[in-house]
DNA sequence: CAATAGTTTAGAATTATTATAATGTAGATT
DNA sequence: AATCTACATTATAATAATTCTAAACTATTG
């Protein structure tokens, strides 16, 4: 979803109905120069605090699930009990900081093409994604 | 942990006291032909299924974590609220097959070795895992 | 502008996991 | 082999993330 972009049309395009709610989220979440990493709990404090009026916790998760089923969040997979979420679509892989939990984007063109040789039959490959943990260099690591 | 090996000594070895409970579940987790995926969830059910005495889930949690931190066990990363565990310690990939929300394992020698040309300042790589999401050839895909 | 189908909401329910604190036990010391 | 002590186990409570529920609300359709 591109910066400034009329989000009513947007919403309105994959058949979500534009409420007040979506598009205060929208706001939130597109409105900016770079796409980022999200937990649900990050994205309800960004909405209290940016905004003057409160979204509940459960219009958070639809919202946020809906979004991903329509293609504009991607869910990210780490070890945590937490989801994370990525308001960066393409393909790409991650970098995870063990020490601060944080994700780094990491380009296609930073790794090169993955090629699997073996394949499961009757299945077809949906993703391949590469997480790649790091922690601090000059200590013990767990 | 080879096969029929002796559960009490290799406890001892990193140092957990070889009790009752940490040899019952060596038995569950080690005393078989291939390594094997599963969750918290999955190893109670077996304890329960294969052994005349339960044990708490507590001890499950705590003994499970122990391994790991030991390296009996490999935690692997799935987007789903659960911990995926896996007796297959070394380094290797995995298949994710949506549909069954069953783990494959993928041999290093599976997937060409992957060189990261990006690095973070101040931190080393840890681990690099693939996960290779599948799912059914003959539908639509989430 | 009324009907209706989709949304939002607060709060309860659920699920996975961790903490607690009392009891039990392995291994060392007498 | 009795005792000590640190580590383990246990049932249960607590926590945290997420999902469910059912009533109130609202965007769109007719």
Redesign the pocket.
Known sequence: MPKNCNF?EK??EV????????IK?CEVLYNREKTFHF???DLVKMISEKMN??????????????FEKKGYLKEISID????YFDTNTSAHHHFFDEDTHELIDCDESDIDKINIKKNITGKKINSVEVLVRVASDNQTQK
């Open positions: 009513v919403l309105r058949g979500l109905r534009p409420t007040k709610q979506r989220m937990t649900i709990n009026e409160k979204i509940s916790l459960a219009t958070v998760y639809n919202t946020v699930h809906a945590s009990q937490k989801s």
